[in-house]
C-alpha cells in the first residue's frame, strides 16, 4: 500500500479555460500516466469510471466538501458560506435522512410523472414566444424552461423570474471554487433569500394545502416540525437554483450534440421514446455535474491511502469518457447496449433528489422543441462554463426554420 | 444467517447467507451479486435494486409502502411481485426466500 501523497501522478488543471471547452486532451494525456488518478489545484482528480463509481458509493468514508470550498472561497462565517455548510447536500446520516425525507415524496417518478402536463405547456409556450424569431442563443431559450416548470411544481407565479435570474445563474457558480466569484455569491444568495421568504410568507398567510404542490408540502413539514424556518428557506433556495441550472445545461448540450447528429434531432421530434435514448446517452457522453468530496475517515481504494481531509474530484460529467467502461466512448450512439450505466447523477445518499423530473422535462421538452426547431445550425461561436462547477454550454447560438405548432400540448407529429 | 436466493435473469442462481437485519439489496450487493446496482445505497430514490419475489414468498415480504410504490413507477412493468430490494430485511421468517432478478434495472 501508498499514500497518495507518495505516487508520481500527472497534473489535471482542470481550472484551465481550455479544459472546459475540451477536456478531452487532458483526459487523455492523464490516462497515459496513470490508470485512474491524477493531482489537481484542489487535491486529487479521479478519472476512470469505476473508481468514481465506487467512491462515489463510500457515504461512510467520504463527505460533501462544503467546509473546504468555503475554507478555500473565504467565505467561513458569511451568509452564503452558513448556507453552503448546512444545506441539505453537506448534511450526512440523520440529518440528511431527515432534510430530504420532508421532500422526497414529491421527486418519486409517479408524481413527476403528474407534472408532464404542465412541462409540455410550458415548452410550448416557450417555442410559441422564441420560435418565430428563427435565431437565438439555444442556452438563453433553454434557461427558461425548468425553472418555469419548478415554479409550477411550487405552485408559484413566474412574475418573479427575471428578478431572480441573474442570482440564480451566480449560485450555480457555487462549486467553482474561484475565491474572486464570493463578493457576487453573497450578493445573489441575499436576492434568493429574499425571494424565498416573500414566497414562504404569502404562501402561509393564504393558507390551505394544494396536494402535490411542492411549497404547500414543505410549508406542512415545517408546521409538523420536520422542517424549520430556516432549512425550510434554504431547501427553497437549493431548489430554485438546482432546477434552473442542471436541466437547462442537460437540454443545451443536448442540442449542441443534436447540431453534428441533424437526423437524430429530426427523429426526436418525431419519435418520442427515442429522446429517453437520447437524454439517456448524453447523460453518459458530457453531463453537469462534478461535486466534490472529502476524506472523512483515512480511505484506501486500490491499494491508495487517502489521507483525512484530502478533497477528491470525481467528475460525474465526463466519467462516461471512459474507453474502459464503454467502447467508442466519445461516439454518441443513444441506442448503445450498456454493459455499464452512466452516473451522471451520482450515486449514494446523495444521489441528485431530481434526476427523474430532469429526465422527464428534457425529455417532453426535447420531443416539442424537435418539431418546432427545425434544421438548427450553428450561427456563432460556442462558450463554455467553468469545469468543475455546474459545468456546459454558456452560449450556443443557433439558426433554424421555424416549425409550426403542432396540438395544444404538442403530442404526435412532425416538423412543418 | 437468513439464506435467500437470488436468480438472474439468464437464470444463474445465488444462495446467499444474509446477515439477520440487513437487506435482501445489501445482501446482493456484499457479496458481488450481479443484476442489483442499487446506486443510491439503499435510499429507495433510484429504483435500481428491483427484484420479483417468488409466489409464494409474496405475503411474508409483504406490500411495498407508498413511497416504494411510487419509485416502482419508474418501471413500466406489470408483472407480479414487483418490489425494490432495498425496501425488504433478512428478517428469519424470510429464511429460503427467493428472488429473481429483472433483465435490465434500466
Not at chain 1, 17 to 46: I, N, S, T
Not at chain 1, 357 to 371: N, S, V
Not at chain 2, 51 to 65: H, I, L, M
Request: glycine share 8%; hydrophobic share 40%; proline share 6%.
Amino acid at each position: 500500500m501508498q499514500s497518495v501523497t507518495d505516487l508520481t501522478l500527472p497534473y489535471m488543471p482542470f481550472d484551465e479555460p481550455d479544459f472546459a471547452v475540451d477536456p478531452m486532451p487532458y483526459l487523455e494525456a492523464a490516462r497515459r500516466q496513470h490508470p485512474w488518478l491524477a493531482k489537481c489545484a484542489v487535491g486529487y482528480f479521479v478519472h476512470e469510471y469505476h473508481a468514481i463509481r465506487d467512491l462515489y458509493l463510500m457515504d461512510d468514508k467520504f463527505r460533501n466538501s462544503a467546509d473546504a470550498i468555503t475554507a478555500h472561497m473565504g467565505a467561513k462565517g458569511t451568509p452564503w458560506g452558513r448556507f453552503m455548510e448546512e444545506m441539505m447536500i453537506a448534511k450526512s446520516g440523520p440529518e440528511h435522512a431527515r432534510l430530504r425525507g420532508s421532500v422526497a415524496a414529491a421527486f418519486t417518478p409517479r408524481s413527476i410523472n403528474r407534472l408532464r402536463s404542465l412541462m409540455r405547456e410550458v415548452v410550448s409556450n416557450l417555442l410559441d414566444e422564441w420560435v418565430p424569431r428563427g435565431a437565438f442563443d439555444f442556452a438563453a431559450f433553454a434557461s427558461n424552461f425548468p425553472i418555469t416548470v419548478m415554479f409550477g411544481f411550487m405552485g408559484a407565479s413566474t412574475d418573479a423570474l427575471q428578478s431572480i435570474r441573474k442570482s440564480l445563474e451566480t449560485q450555480g457558480l457555487s462549486y467553482s471554487m474561484d475565491p474572486s466569484l464570493l463578493p457576487a455569491l453573497e450578493e445573489a444568495y441575499q436576492v434568493l433569500w429574499d425571494f424565498v421568504d416573500k414566497l414562504v410568507i404569502e404562501r402561509q398567510k393564504r393558507g390551505g394545502r394544494n396536494e402535490g404542490e411542492l411549497l404547500d408540502e414543505m410549508i406542512a413539514a415545517n408546521a409538523a416540525g420536520r422542517l424549520s424556518d430556516v432549512e425550510m428557506r434554504e431547501l427553497l433556495i437549493f431548489l430554485f437554483a438546482a432546477a434552473y441550472d442542471t436541466s437547462k445545461n442537460m437540454t443545451t448540450l443536448i442540442m449542441h450534440m443534436m447540431l453534428k447528429h441533424p437526423e437524430m434531432w429530426t427523429r426526436c421530434g418525431e419519435d418520442r421514446a427515442f429522446c429517453s435514448k437520447v437524454v439517456e446517452e448524453i447523460l453518459r457522453h458530457t453531463s453537469t455535474s462534478n461535486v466534490p468530496r472529502t476524506v472523512s475517515s483515512e480511505v484506501i481504494y486500490r491499494d491508495v491511502l487517502f489521507p483525512k481531509d484530502v478533497m477528491l474530484i470525481l467528475p460525474l460529467s465526463i466519467s462516461g469518457r471512459d474507453p474502459n467502461a464503454f467502447p467508442d466512448a466519445m461516439k454518441f450512439q443513444p441506442e448503445r447496449v450498456h454493459v455499464n450505466h452512466h452516473i451522471a447523477f451520482g450515486r449514494g445518499m446523495h444521489m441528485c433528489l431530481g434526476q427523474h423530473l430532469a429526465r422527464a422535462q428534457i425529455e417532453e421538452g426535447i420531443h416539442l422543441m424537435a418539431q418546432r426547431i427545425v434544421k438548427p445550425k450553428l450561427a456563432g461561436k460556442v462558450t463554455w462554463r467553468r469545469f468543475p462547477g455546474t459545468w456546459g454550454v454558456s452560449s450556443l447560438p443557433i439558426t433554424f426554420e421555424p416549425g409550426a405548432r403542432l396540438s395544444r400540448d404538442g403530442d404526435g407529429g412532425a416538423a412543418a | 444467517m437468513v439464506k435467500i436466493t437470488y436468480i438472474e435473469a439468464s437464470g444463474a442462481e445465488h444462495v446467499i447467507d444474509v446477515m439477520p437485519g440487513l437487506s435482501i439489496m445489501e445482501g446482493a450487493v456484499k457479496n458481488n451479486v450481479p443484476g442489483i446496482l442499487a446506486d443510491c445505497g439503499g435510499a429507495c430514490a433510484c429504483g435500481t435494486c428491483r427484484v420479483f419475489v417468488d409466489e409464494a414468498w409474496r405475503e411474508r415480504t409483504g406490500k411495498p409502502s407508498d413511497m416504494e410504490e411510487a419509485m416502482l413507477e419508474l418501471h413500466d412493468d406489470p408483472s407480479p411481485g414487483q418490489r425494490l430490494s432495498c425496501q425488504i430485511r433478512a428478517v428469519e421468517n424470510l429464511n429460503g426466500l427467493v428472488v429473481r432478478m429483472p433483465k435490465s434495472q434500466f
